[in-house]
């Protein structure tokens, strides 16, 4: 059975940077290198930040990078601002095209 | 631009069912499929299944088997999903969301729909 899992909660303080990881377990996952972050604020659909592993959709601050290292993928955000404080969730899939999320990680700008 | 609009919101007594709509403009409706995710109060996201919007073919989370139908109208690029035998913990907020050929992730979202399950 695969699975990714994220750490339940982060923090930070402005203008520092923080890494959230999201590894994955089971073999038919992270294959592809198809792993994707998405940012959710309470009441809003979400928003995606990060896609295969490391690219930025336009629009989105350069301040949120993307990267992996072996089963273990890992959203950076430098320069922490108060409106980044959100949950965020890892996503990827497997052969059988089946879609995962990790459990989420609560941001929280101290 | 793209735009996948839900319908409202609904309210189910436990053993019911419910339907959602997901109707999408600003693209070509067979290029993407159309996937469902949840996130119930206080829980992270869950997907559910996608549809292919050109043949049909659908694919569902293990979790949901036996219960959760998804299908489409493609003379009016709407997506429908039907679930079976509610329970108070499928109250959720149901989101649709593409995902674009020749990609794998999940790029553009509706706004979401609340199902309540109460008695």
């Known amino acids: 059975q695969s699975a990714l899992t994220q750490p339940a909660s982060v923090s930070g303080s402005p203008g520092q940077s923080i890494t959230i990881s999201c590894t994955g377990t089971g073999s038919d996952l992270f294959g592809y290198n198809y792993v994707s972050w998405f940012q959710v604020h309470p009441g809003k659909a979400p928003k995606l930040m990060i896609y295969e592993v490391s690219n930025r959709p336009s629009g989105v601050s350069n301040r949120f990078s993307g990267s992996k290292s072996g089963n273990t993928a890992s959203l950076t955000i430098s320069g922490l601002q108060a409106e980044d404080e959100a949950d965020y969730y890892c996503s990827s899939h497997t052969s059988d095209i089946i879609w995962l999320f990790g459990g989420g990680t609560r941001l929280t700008v101290l | 631009q793209v735009r996948l609009v839900q319908s409202g919101a609904e309210v189910r007594r436990p053993g019911a069912s419910v339907k959602v709509s997901c109707k999408a403009s600003?693209?070509?409706?067979?290029?993407?499929?159309i996937h469902w995710v949840r996130q119930a109060p206080g829980q992270g996201l869950e997907w559910m299944g996608w549809?292919?919007?050109?043949?049909?073919?659908?694919k569902y989370a293990q979790n949901f088997q036996g219960r959760i139908t998804v299908t489409r109208d493609t003379s009016i690029t709407t997506v429908y999903m039907e679930l079976n035998s509610l329970r108070s913990d499928d109250t959720a907020v149901y989101y649709c969301a593409t995902v674009s050929g020749g990609y794998w992730h999940f790029d553009y979202w509706g706004q979401g729909t609340l199902v309540t399950v109460s008695s």
């Open positions: 549809i292919n919007p050109n043949s049909g073919g659908t």
């Open positions: 600003g693209y070509t409706f067979s290029d993407s499929h």
